[in-house]
């Protein structure tokens, strides 16, 4: 409760929710409530609770944390929900049909009231082989822009009461494509929806989507990592470790192996990026001046290339960061190592 009671006010503060309404559900990972903002908006508040209902298996996750004692419930909680928001920010983004991200603080997140039930709740649809595929095809694109949900089910879809669109939900486990188990989740994916259509409306496809036809469209899984908000690798495979997701990446094996002068530069492109997302929130020149020494320092080995993901990946404030950024870069030049 004390966490729920500092993430609530600091969004109160924010003017981000003004009024609290009812509970309209409840998870193994999460509780859902409706809030209204300022304006009266009605809005939907998702407060994250990972792995409070595992109690019985606290000694087997205690020894998946190794040498992390500090890692916690709490900690989970807030990356869950960093990465939840993060996902669907991207994903809105591009069109996708997601509710609107508002806005995210620790374990906290708001998101648009989305007009609707949940698809197991939903007795009949007007048109079963349209909704259908619509589903299908929205697995198809994730999987082409280089993620797959990993829980695409009927409890991670909501049908709009006005029209019957399918809007999906729930993003905390998704997978990138390269992930050793990504062929897994997307054939479960597949599967979970053949399994619902024919057992709830007696409809089978001859043709189904496969992991192999996939083509990559798009960047979606790696602007996530990149993304601003201070979501790590180490926190993603924190994360895949609690939703039993466990392995690296094509990618992130290639990180493993790359010589160890390189290596540096991966990291320091992680801790910069935080750093120029605290920088575009300072508004005290003195604060910026010292976070712009700290800054200077740490591009001093980085590729120039990091420029340009900035400018990408700081949403709101991006053109001054990347200018600003860029002069920094342009001024360590001659001081990087041959």
């Not at 994903?91 to 997601?98: A, I, S």
Request: proline letters at 4%; aromatic letters at 8%.
């Amino acid at each position: 409760m004390g966490y729920d009671y500092l993430a609530l006010k600091s969004l109160t503060l924010r003017g981000s929710v003004a009024g609290f309404g009812n509970q309209i559900g409840v998870g193994k990972e999460s509780n859902i409530y409706t809030v209204g903002d300022e304006e009266g908006n009605p809005l939907c508040l998702k407060l994250h609770r990972l792995g409070r209902v595992c109690f019985r298996n606290v000694k087997e996750k205690r020894d998946y944390h190794g040498k992390r004692h500090k890692m916690s419930w709490l900690y989970l909680s807030r990356i869950s929900a960093t990465r939840e928001y993060a996902y669907m920010k991207a994903l809105y983004d591009r069109g996708f049909p997601v509710p609107r991200p508002v806005v995210f603080n620790r374990h906290c997140v708001i998101m648009e009231l989305v007009d609707g039930y949940p698809l197991t709740n939903v007795a009949e649809v007007g048109n079963v082989e349209q909704l259908y595929d619509d589903l299908m095809n929205l697995i198809v694109r994730l999987g082409n822009c280089g993620v797959i949900h990993g829980d695409f089910n009927e409890f991670n879809v909501m049908i709009t009461e006005e029209d019957q669109r399918p809007i999906l939900i729930d993003f905390p486990q998704m997978v990138s494509t390269p992930h050793p188990n990504a062929e897994m989740c997307f054939d479960r994916d597949v599967q979970g929806v053949r399994d619902l259509f024919r057992k709830k409306n007696g409809y089978e496809s001859e043709e189904n989507p496969k992991f192999s036809d996939l083509e990559r469209e798009d960047e979606l899984d790696r602007e996530v990592l990149c993304s601003g908000y201070g979501f790590t690798q180490e926190m993603e495979k924190d994360l895949h470790k609690e939703y039993h997701q466990e392995g690296e990446s094509k990618e992130q094996l290639q990180v493993a192996t790359e010589p160890a002068c390189e290596r540096p530069t991966v990291q320091l492109q992680e801790s910069a990026l935080r750093l120029v997302g605290v920088f575009i929130l300072l508004q005290n020149k003195d604060a910026q001046r010292l976070f712009g020494d700290l800054l200077r320092r740490a591009f001093m080995i980085c590729d120039t290339n990091m420029v340009m993901v900035v400018g990408k990946c700081n949403g709101d404030g991006a053109q001054a960061a990347e200018k600003y950024v860029a002069s920094l870069v342009g001024a360590t030049n001659d001081d990087r190592p041959g």
